[in-house]
């Protein structure tokens, strides 16, 4: 499976911006989807992530300002992200797990910076 994470920029503080994923390859094998954010020098925390069902989880630092959604047709996740602040800066990683091995795949990465 291969990912392609865009929508990454510059948006000031108290702002929106969305980014997409797009999965590829052996796309019916994909069950979670989802995001991992990593500040500079810090490990990656969890964002969100979403099932083929539509099961979600949030991090503690998305629940009630960042959204998560897919579309299973173009095997795209989205983070819509509201009300963002400095600390939201950095590299946001979307991820799939994909059935039966459980095994990870990560995309490149796109790089949001939060002005205050």
């Known amino acids: 499976v291969q990912l392609q994470a865009s929508g990454g920029g510059l948006v000031q503080s108290g702002g929106s911006l969305t980014v997409s994923c797009a999965a590829s390859?052996?796309?019916?094998?994909?069950?979670?989807m989802g995001w991992y954010h990593q500040e500079l020098g810090k490990q990656r925390k969890l964002v969100a992530h979403i099932d083929t069902g539509g099961f979600i989880t949030y991090g503690d630092s998305a629940k009630g300002r960042f959204t998560i959604s897919r579309d299973n047709v173009r095997h795209t996740v989205y983070l819509q992200m509201n009300a963002v602040n400095p600390e939201d800066t950095g590299v946001y990683y979307c991820?799939?797990?994909?059935?039966?091995?459980?095994?990870?795949?990560w995309g490149q990465g796109t790089l949001v910076t939060v002005s205050s």
């Open positions: 991820f799939t797990i994909v059935r039966p091995s459980q095994m990870w795949y």
């Open positions: 390859g052996s796309v019916s094998s994909i069950n979670i």
